[in-house]
Nanobody
Framework: VQLQASGGGLVQAGGSLRLSCAAS????????MGWFRQTAGKEREWVAS????????LYADSVKGRFTISRDNVKATVYLQMNSLKPEDTAIYYC???????????????????WGQGTQVTVSS
């Protein structure tokens, strides 16, 4: 499966962005999905995940209450709605997918087999 992330950009603090991760070549229906972010010199940081069942979502404490992950299996797309953005949210955001990932591994970037190319999010103060 190929993943294409989009929707990044430059926004002022307090603003919103919606990232999209579209899959080609295969449905995402039975895939666990995650969003991660990375800044220069730092390890990839987990942001949010949705279990392949679609019923369970998980969020990092740093984004809980501000970000929402959702999926549209018909469109084979996963979204990350980001509200109340802060300068510390600035990073390259990556989406990831895996058909066999278990619930407890959703925050672990090493557990995902497929990755999108990343989209830059910049939040100005």
């Amino acid at each position: 499966v190929q993943l294409q992330a989009s929707g990044g950009g430059l926004v002022q603090a307090g603003g919103s962005l919606r990232l999209s991760c579209a899959a080609s070549g295969r449905t995402l229906r039975n895939y666990g999905m995650g969003w991660f972010r990375q800044t220069a010199g730092k390890e990839r940081e987990w942001v949010a995940s949705v279990h392949r069942s679609g019923d369970s979502t998980l969020y990092a404490d740093s984004v809980k209450g501000r970000f929402t992950i959702s999926r549209d299996n018909v469109k084979a797309t996963v979204y990350l709605q980001m509200n109340s953005l802060k300068p510390e949210d600035t990073a390259i955001y990556y989406c990831a997918a895996d058909p066999r990932i278990i619930y407890s591994s959703l925050p672990n970037f090493r557990a995902y087999h497929y990755w999108g190319q990343g989209t830059q999010v910049t939040v100005s103060s």
